[in-house]
C-alpha cells in the first residue's frame, strides 16, 4: 500500500458543481496533513491545513477521518478558476521515528462552463 | 516581502556539465527544501536543511549537492549532469515542521 494515495482523476464538472477528493494515507502515527493546488507549470500553492475537528476557508472544506486514516476535501460551487491538480500531504514518521512529508501524486480536477 | 526566489527560470545543460540552482527566501524560515517533480510523478525530497549549517538528505539525494551557509540562501549544486536529472526543481522554506510549505516558481532543467 502506498504511504499517500489519491484518485488522480480528472474529475470533469460543471460549473456551481460540488466535488469531493478523498487521500488516504498509511501510517496511523501521521500527524498533520495539507491540501495544496498546483496549477499546470506553476508551484505548488498550499490550499488549507487540514485540522482534526474539521475547516472550513469560503468554499472549501477539509476534514479528517483519523479512524479510517484519509482527508478529504470538498469544494462547492466550483469556477472555472478551481480547474488544478489538488495534492494532499502527510506529516508522517519514518522507520527511524523522523518526520517525513510524503506527497501525494495529485487528484486532477477539471471545470467546465 | 518576496518570498521563496528561485533562479534560473530554465536551463539546458549538456550532459557532463555542472550548474547552480540558487534559492533564496527572505521570510526567516528555518526549515529550506530542495524538491523534484518529474511528469506525472510526485514531488521526492532531494535535500533539505532545518537551519544555517545543517543538511540532510532526503529520499533522491545522488547527483546534487547542497549547502546552507545562511538562513536565506539553500543553494543546489548539479554536478555531471545527467538526463535522468531532467525535472522541475522547486524550492520550498517552512517556518516549522507543523506549518506548509511556501514554494518558489521552480526551474525548468533539460539535460542534453
Not at chain 1, 488516504?24 to 491545513?49: G, H, I, V
Not at chain 1, 487540514?50 to 479512524?67: H, I, K, P, W
Not at chain 2, 534560473?8 to 540558487?22: A, D, E, N, V
Not at chain 2, 526549515?31 to 538528505?57: C, E, F, N
Request: glycine share 8%; proline share 4%; net charge positive.
Amino acid at each position: 500500500r502506498k504511504e499517500v494515495e489519491q484518485d488522480p482523476g480528472p474529475f470533469n464538472v460543471p460549473e456551481g458543481a460540488t466535488v469531493a477528493f478523498n487521500c488516504t494515507y498509511s501510517n496511523s502515527a501521521s500527524q498533520s496533513f495539507f491540501w495544496y493546488r498546483q496549477d499546470c507549470r506553476k508551484e505548488p500553492k498550499l490550499l488549507m491545513s487540514v485540522y482534526s475537528s474539521g475547516n472550513e476557508d469560503g468554499r472549501f472544506t477539509a476534514q479528517l477521518n483519523r479512524a479510517s486514516q484519509y482527508i478529504s476535501l470538498l469544494i462547492r460551487d466550483s469556477k472555472l478558476s478551481d480547474s488544478a491538480t489538488y495534492l494532499c500531504v502527510v506529516n508522517t514518521y519514518n522507520a527511524g521515528n523522523n518526520r517525513k512529508l510524503i506527497w501525494g501524486l495529485g487528484t486532477s480536477l477539471a471545470v467546465n462552463p | 516581502n518576496a518570498g521563496v526566489t528561485q533562479t534560473p527560470k530554465f536551463r539546458i545543460l549538456k550532459i557532463g556539465q555542472s550548474m547552480t540552482l540558487q534559492c533564496a527566501q527572505d521570510m526567516n524560515h528555518n526549515y529550506m527544501y530542495w524538491y523534484r517533480q518529474d511528469p506525472g510523478m510526485g514531488l521526492k525530497l532531494i535535500y533539505y536543511s532545518v537551519g544555517a549549517g545543517i543538511t540532510d538528505k532526503g529520499e533522491v539525494p545522488n547527483g546534487y549537492n547542497v549547502s546552507r551557509s545562511t538562513t536565506e540562501d539553500f543553494p543546489l549544486r548539479l554536478e555531471l549532469a545527467a538526463p535522468s536529472q531532467t525535472s522541475v526543481y522547486f524550492c520550498a522554506s517552512r517556518m516549522t515542521e507543523n506549518y506548509g510549505y511556501t514554494f518558489g516558481s521552480g526551474t525548468r532543467l533539460t539535460v542534453v
